[in-house]
């Protein structure tokens, strides 16, 4: 029996109504997304980088990246979107990461059109490659699904145009990159619900075909906290939470250090604990019985 491709699961997804995408950093975190009832997971380049003791600024590679991406699609069995950077390079590489990634199993990736090294998109500082130079990797990347998903992988256009040239520029943007063949659009750093909103309206106008949008609702940066039905109100596809379930473990590691350093003992931090039964239950694992649940695909 053929199995539906994650690309087509998330655009039934979608086309029911706005998704939530958890970020999760590898396949443990994937299968708790999976085990909360969650439709979708995300690959966060910016977690992923963290958890990797390094800053978000294009330092991992693009093996490094599909072996999360294939941890995350396993342990989840949930379509995935993925951060892909600026495509690991130029026209070529952005090929070659659309095929890997789809081979790992993953719905999506987004790749962005800031110059490398890139910086995270909610820091100032950012800069841009020419508009004509992030439509022709738009164009690779469309091809690339067509010739290895028959076109069911989706490319994702990130632009980082609003905190680097206004609004208008954004729009005028992904606009050119839904001609090159981008099927979603990621409008990073916008401030307000407002600009969301006209965001979707004046691009939704401009596009015969328009696409489907993802909205980043990561804490701590230029974007207010919006709910996930707001967004949907606005016109977004799906919302990503790229790094929440990694600030709350780092948050929660470092007061155990700080805790277990002082007192000698992590009797103050049990309760905050996983428990052994949960952990297993949560890896498919009965230490009891025979071998463990393998994710289905």
């Known amino acids: ?15 029911s109504g706005p998704v939530a ?90 790749i962005e059109d800031q110059v490398f090294p890139k910086r995270c998109g909610h820091l100032a500082g950012k800069a841009l490659i020419p508009i004509a130079q992030a439509v022709a990797r738009m164009q690779w990347a469309a091809q690339a699904s067509r010739d290895c998903s028959d076109g069911s992988f989706i490319v994702c ?27 979603m659009i990621f409008p990073e750093g916008l401030e307000s619900e407002d600009e969301f909103a006209r965001f979707a309206d004046e691009l939704n106008k401009l596009c015969a075909k328009p ?29 990503i939470f790229p790094v929440s379930t990694l600030r709350t473990a780092m948050g929660a590691v470092v007061k155990l250090l700080t805790d277990l350093k002082a007192t000698g003992s992590v009797t103050n931090s049990i309760d905050g604990m996983q428990n052994r039964s949960d952990l297993y239950a949560l890896l498919g694992y009965d230490p009891q019985g025979e071998g463990w649940e393998y994710p289905s695909h």
Not at 1 to 15: A, E, I, Y
Not at 161 to 177: F, M, P, Q
């Open 1 to 15: 029996m053929t199995k539906t491709h994650p690309g087509d699961v998330l655009r039934s997804l979608m086309d």
């Open 21 to 110: 995408a958890p970020g999760a950093f590898n396949g443990l975190v994937a299968r708790a997304v999976k085990q909360a009832g969650f439709d979708a997971c995300y690959v966060s380049g910016g977690a992923l980088s963290a958890s990797s003791g390094v800053p978000d600024i294009g330092i991992l590679s693009l093996d490094r990246f599909k072996q999360c991406v294939r941890e995350v699609a396993l342990g989840s069995d949930l379509p995935v979107i993925a951060d892909a950077d600026t495509g690991f390079g130029e026209e070529e590489m952005v090929r070659r990461t659309v095929i890997e990634y789809n081979h790992a199993g993953a719905a999506a990736c987004h």
């Open 157 to 183: 256009a990130r632009t980082d145009a609003r905190s680097v040239d206004g609004l208008g520029a954004a729009i005028e943007r992904a606009h050119a990159y839904v001609e090159a063949g981008a099927r």
């Open 211 to 239: 696409p489907y949008l993802l909205a980043n609702m990561t804490e701590f940066g230029k974007t207010p906290i919006i709910p996930l039905a707001r967004f949907g109100e606005m016109g977004y596809h799906v919302v």
